[in-house]
């Protein structure tokens, strides 16, 4: 016997200042879980470079890329979509649950259709033991995609802790799994190729699906509960019309996006040898790490606050609530964002600051001599200049996808499927017109994210000072988000000596001196020009 869909619980209330501590509480965990979870990998795949080869790890990242692709379109859709449902409305809890087991057949008919091609007409699917590590990472998805009705219904409930403890049994099974599997069968001299990445990825998948299992329970669909004498607004009695419409509009949306985040991968499968795609994915990991561990929880932290803050203004929202209300929610929603795209800017000024000049060094240290070639260098310097245009897309993406209406989605769509196009031919025209290479693919990807970042900014500007729902806005306006000029100037120094003639020519002691002390500089120089916003954001994170 499966359990009913519980009711939901919240740690905190729906006005805004709980729901901003509660996000807040939210992000801490999800960043922990984030530092944790990556650093354990980070750890366990630097211990397996001594046992993979470059074409072993190209493999890797392409069997990767099926178990995303495969949960992306699966999920995302239905996950965006569920940020859009108040936890306050009757049968909330029930819509959640309903909406969320879509994901289990789709991830079925995607698992066919992707692991079909990638087992018949991939390379991977072509060499030994190929065959199995793909039957293994789809099977891997269907476990996660089973675990998913637990997944929306923590989330709605503000139950981050559940999360990371989920994620965190999760990750550390894979990273046990993988390295264990890998090192004992390469010390025994066998070669079992791709395996021991397959295994891992399953442990994950079964973990999760335990957890979640063992707290919320997972409904046949036969048993799924449904409205009763509520039909009207749902299909079948079982789904929610204007929920289940916004995800059928975000699916497009995120197919879309899937292709664009995932472009680099899917062209470097197509324009190079599996041997470039596995330097090019060793410096984009190293490169991505701190935006994985950091960014990436803080984008959907924030995600989950801006679509709470401005659910009265969402076309699935309840009509009968108080236009103070909804001004409140917006106004809240401003702040939130400012304070987000400072951080992420003053982020950024560190990044491009010391990070091109000292990536090969870090690249040496970290992966060893086989790996520090001039090729993954150039790649992991270019990389830090990516860096922050990914982080300011994350957070404002991560509105518009809370704020905007479905008409506003198609647009979106539409603009990024334009975008698609124009990204494939960058790519093409940087990697092979102009022999670029992996710096290629860089370069393509920074002009994308930058398209990306207009639009969104253009739509933020037009729901903030349109219509009825006009915010006022308070201090300097979006001015606020800029640095202090006397911290750009003193990053602007550091970058001219740690990049001056001769520094990268200095030996390993002296280089990590430089930038140590340049570091130094630029933190002492962001502490006193920064340490009011320091403080708003030490109070935020604290509120209780």
């Known amino acids: 016997m499966s359990k009913p869909a519980p009711a939901l619980r919240n740690d905190e209330s729906a006005s805004s200042s709980n729901v901003l501590a509660a996000s807040a509480a939210g992000a801490r965990y999800l960043i922990l879980l984030s530092i944790s979870s990556r650093l354990l990998t980070f750890l366990v795949n630097n211990l397996l470079l001594?046992?993979?080869?470059?074409?072993?790890?190209?493999?890797?990242?392409?069997?990767?890329?099926?178990?995303?692709?495969?949960?992306?379109?699966?999920?995302?859709?239905?996950?965006?979509?569920?940020?859009?449902?108040?936890q306050n409305t009757k049968n909330s809890s029930i819509i959640i649950t309903n909406l969320a087991l879509l994901c289990l057949p789709l991830g079925i008919c995607f698992s066919g259709v992707l692991g079909w091609s990638y087992w018949r007409g991939s390379e991977v699917g072509q060499l030994p033991w190929g065959k199995e590590a793909v039957g293994l990472y789809v099977l891997a998805t269907i476990f996660?995609?089973?675990?998913?009705?637990?997944?929306?219904?923590?989330?709605?409930?503000?139950?981050?802790?559940?999360?990371?403890?989920?994620?965190?049994?999760?990750?550390?099974?894979?990273c046990l799994l993988t390295c264990g599997t890998t090192i004992y069968f390469a010390r025994q001299g066998w070669d079992i190729g791709p395996l021991g990445f397959a295994l891992g990825q399953l442990g994950y998948g079964v973990v999760l699906f335990l957890v979640y299992t063992a707290v919320f329970g997972v409904p046949y669909p036969s048993q799924i509960p449904t409205m009763k004498g509520e039909k009207e607004g749902y299909y079948g009695g079982l789904f929610e019309k204007q929920l289940t419409g916004l995800a059928g509009t975000m699916w497009v949306q995120a197919a879309i996006k899937h292709v664009l985040t995932q472009g680099d991968s899917l062209l470097v499968a197509w324009l190079t040898t599996l041997e470039e795609q596995g330097t090019y994915a060793l410096a984009a990991n190293y490169g991505g790490l701190v935006a994985r561990m950091v960014l990436q929880p803080i984008e959907e932290?924030?995600?989950?606050?801006?679509?709470?803050?401005?659910?009265?203004?969402?076309?699935?929202?309840?009509?009968?609530?108080?236009?103070?209300?909804?001004?409140?929610g917006?106004?809240?929603?401003?702040?939130?964002?400012?304070?987000?795209?400072?951080?992420?800017?003053?982020?950024?000024?560190?990044?491009?600051?010391?990070?091109?000049?000292?990536?090969?060094?870090?690249?040496?240290?970290l992966a060893g001599k086989r790996w520090a070639d001039a090729q993954a260098g150039a790649v992991l310097a270019g990389y830090c200049y990516y860096i922050p245009l990914l982080a300011v897309n994350g957070v404002t993406e991560a509105f518009v996808q809370s704020a905007a209406n479905t008409a506003d989605l198609r647009r979106q769509s539409a603009v990024m499927g334009v975008f698609s196009v124009g990204f494939g031919v960058a790519g093409w025209w940087f990697v092979k017109a102009l022999g670029m290479g992996a710096r290629g693919l860089v370069a393509a990807n920074a002009v994308n994210m930058a398209l990306r970042i207009v639009w969104s900014g253009g739509f933020m500007r037009s729901y903030f000072t349109g219509g009825e729902g006009k915010v006022k806005d308070e201090g300097k306006g979006w001015r606020e988000i800029i640095p202090s000029p006397v911290l750009v100037s003193v990053a602007a120094v550091v970058a001219a000596v740690v990049r001056a003639p001769g520094v990268s020519e200095l030996g390993?002691?002296?280089?990590?001196?430089?930038?140590?002390?340049?570091?130094?500089?630029?933190?002492?120089?962001?502490?006193?020009?920064?340490?009011h916003f320091a403080m708003e954001c030490w109070r935020m994170a604290k509120r209780k």
């Open 144 to 174: 996660e995609l089973a675990s998913e009705p637990g997944f929306a219904l923590g989330q709605a409930g503000l139950r981050y802790k559940l999360r990371a403890g989920a994620e965190s049994a999760a990750s550390l099974t894979r």
């Open 330 to 365: 917006k106004a809240a929603a401003q702040r939130t964002l400012k304070l987000l795209l400072r951080l992420y800017l003053l982020f950024s000024v560190i990044i491009i600051t010391l990070g091109p000049p000292f990536a090969p060094l870090a690249l040496q240290l």
């Open 50 to 86: 001594r046992y993979l080869s470059p074409s072993l790890l190209g493999i890797s990242v392409q069997l990767e890329l099926l178990s995303i692709s495969i949960l992306y379109f699966s999920r995302e859709s239905l996950r965006t979509a569920l940020q859009r449902q108040s």
């Open 301 to 328: 932290a924030a995600r989950g606050l801006f679509s709470k803050l401005l659910v009265d203004g969402n076309s699935v929202a309840k009509k009968d609530k108080k236009d103070t209300s909804k001004q409140e």
């Open 508 to 531: 390993m002691i002296k280089q990590i001196a430089t930038g140590a002390v340049g570091g130094l500089v630029l933190l002492i120089a962001a502490a006193v020009t920064e340490r």
